[in-house]
């Protein structure tokens, strides 16, 4: 993967993944309610359309080529990509034409999660949509962090609580922090497929 991704960066692509810092999504904790999807396979559910399979091409060992047809999670460009897949599921209005924008919420996406926050009608009813886009799509969504027009729940490693408006680290995202401080103290160096855990 690695050549694949010095390959992208030679050519001058820099992924374009729009995350903002975490304060920039606190306004919601001020909304009555909330839904969040997290997509169930993320990037492997991604297929690669035939006629692009060439920029994901790699040789083995032996010699040997190979393309492969579904999205790599190690692949420079796989966040962009899952991003944008994301925001145009979920209709934000960035990414999609305005007939299809949801504007009676605020839509948060971060890389394959999706969050709406606002009154608990409008909640609910983008989430039924974006329910049936996913099942038009088969998408699927992680249960464990599927939550529809909740007031407590997990979202980009922040507990929100829509009742008393506070937000506060999750207890997820602590444990894993703890785990990794642990594994750092007996290995000084961490690779970077065990750095990327810490976020899911």
Not at 26 to 40: N, P, V, Y
Not at 141 to 154: M, N
Not at 188 to 197: F, G, I, K, N, Y
Request: net charge neutral.
């Amino acid at each position: 993967m690695l050549d694949g991704n010095r390959a992208a960066h030679e050519r001058g692509y820099e992924a374009h993944v729009p995350l903002g810092h975490v304060s920039a999504y606190l306004g919601a904790s001020r909304e009555e309610c909330g839904s969040t999807r997290d997509f169930k396979t993320g990037f492997y559910a991604i297929e690669i359309p035939p006629e692009s399979r060439h920029l994901f091409r790699f040789a083995d060992s032996g010699g040997g080529w190979w393309e492969l047809l579904r999205l790599p999670m190690g692949h420079s460009c796989a966040p962009e990509i899952m991003h944008t897949l994301a925001a145009v599921a979920g209709g934000h209005a960035d990414y999609v034409l305005p007939q299809f924008a949801e504007r009676d919420v605020t839509v948060d996406i971060w890389v394959d999660n999706i969050r709406y926050a606002g009154k608990r009608s409008a909640v609910q009813l983008a989430t039924r949509r974006l329910d049936q886009t996913a099942a038009d799509c088969d998408l699927t969504w992680k249960p464990s962090d599927s939550q529809t027009a909740a007031t407590r729940y997990e979202f980009i490693g922040v507990d929100w609580d829509h009742v008393a408006h506070r937000v506060a680290v999750s207890r997820k995202l602590r444990r894993k922090l703890m785990e990794a401080r642990y594994t750092l103290k007996s290995s000084p160096t961490m690779r970077a497929s065990e750095l990327e855990t810490l976020g899911g």
